[in-house]
């Protein structure tokens, strides 16, 4: 059965996510920017009460397993004002915070890594923050 692809964003990440241009701190982050937008634009905005509990969204945090060597690891994925690389909490405009954004447990995501195309599965998600009746401000 092929799952639908529509990438689904919350009201309040599509707004706080379509003020990042203050935040870019590079080039790089720059083009992910322009990738950002994109992503927002083609996305079905949807009510924080209406988020699927196994979407991924700002904050959320979620199990991947790498499709080469079935290594698992746990990403929370953030704005980058709160990115930190050794508490595994990363930027949205990051490649691989770029390809999760919007992401459901069960996908494959592929993204590029300083060791070149990587590819994981979302596995299992941890803590989903509008699931989970959380308030962020």
């Known amino acids: 059965m092929k799952r639908d692809r ?10 706080r996510l379509s003020l990042m ?3 870019v701190r590079s080039p790089l982050e720059g083009r992910h920017l322009v ?8 996305a079905f905005i949807c009510s924080p009460a209406d988020v699927p509990a196994d979407l991924v969204t700002m904050d ?10 079935g290594e698992e690891i746990v990403y929370t994925l953030v704005f980058p004002a709160v990115e930190n690389a ?3 909490r ?4 990051g490649s691989l915070g770029m390809a999760l ?20 599965t ?12 959380a308030v962020l401000g």
């Open 122 to 133: 979302v596995e299992k998600m941890l803590y989903q923050p509008w699931a989970d009746g």
């Open 60 to 69: 959320s945090q979620v199990l991947l397993r790498d499709a080469e060597t």
């Open 86 to 88: 050794r508490k595994n």
């Open 6 to 15: 529509t990438v689904w964003l919350t009201e309040p990440d599509a707004e």
């Open 35 to 42: 990738a950002l937008e994109k992503k927002i634009a083609r």
């Open 21 to 23: 241009q203050k935040f």
């Open 101 to 120: 954004l919007g992401a459901r447990v069960g996908d494959a995501i592929a993204y590029l890594s300083s060791a070149g195309r990587q590819l994981q």
């Open 90 to 93: 990363i930027s949205v405009l």
